[in-house]
């Protein structure tokens, strides 16, 4: 049993391939790494993952609404307190508590602050928390450590280790090593080759 399956699956940027022939699954309780430099298209795989840009060619399998997205913006409304924005995520998503999530990153003393006033750090918790709150499986996460600290990191990785040994599973692209029993995958391995007819063709 898998929770995503990609296969052969071709993903662009403007138009133009950035990845070709991305094949693999992850299972529950499984983590995929993604690694790569900058611009490798680590971002623009987990995009189409998630579905918010259509894969160029191949197949990818996943239940519906079973994939959690999260990338660089915390999608806090900063009027609202923490367990307010953390109330309104989790009646998206059917929840009926957000007390596991605060719990998991350490945000119960912050519950009554808004969000507004909150470092950057702390609105990277709260944003990451909302992960739990959503109950989907599948956690496709990009660069999820950006502004966290040494102890928020290791919040962060405890989260992920719960959640894969709830059956969850998650693609994670990061370049720091998060501890957890992950298989990686470097994406510049999927960068197209291009042809001397498609060289031809651009200069027609």
């Not at 599948?138 to 966290?148: F, N, Y």
């Not at 102890?151 to 059956?167: D, T, W």
Request: with cysteine; aromatic share 6%; net charge neutral.
């Amino acid at each position: 049993m898998t929770l995503l399956t990609l296969t052969d699956v071709t993903c662009d940027r403007g138009g133009l391939p950035i990845l070709s022939g991305v094949s693999f699954a992850v299972a529950p309780g499984e983590a995929v790494v993604l690694r790569g430099p900058n611009g490798s298209g680590k971002t623009t795989l987990l995009r189409t993952i998630a579905g918010l840009q259509p894969a160029q060619a191949g197949i990818i399998e996943a239940q519906v609404d079973d994939i959690a997205y999260a990338a660089h913006s915390d999608g806090l409304k900063s009027p609202l307190t923490v367990a307010e924005n953390l109330t309104f995520w989790a009646g998206l998503f059917g929840a009926t508590s957000i007390e596991a999530a605060l719990d998991a990153f350490e945000l119960q003393p912050l519950r009554n602050r808004r969000a507004g006033a909150l470092s950057a750090g702390q609105k990277r918790r709260v944003g990451l928390a909302r992960l739990i709150v959503t109950r989907r499986r599948v956690w496709a996460l990009d660069e999820p450590t950006v502004s966290l600290d040494t102890a928020s990191v290791a919040l962060f990785a405890k989260a992920v280790s719960a959640h894969l040994a709830g059956g969850g599973a998650a693609v994670i692209a990061t370049h720091i090593d998060l501890g957890l029993d992950a298989r990686s995958i470097d994406v510049s391995s999927f960068k197209p080759k291009a042809s001397a007819h498609a060289f031809d063709e651009a200069f027609a």
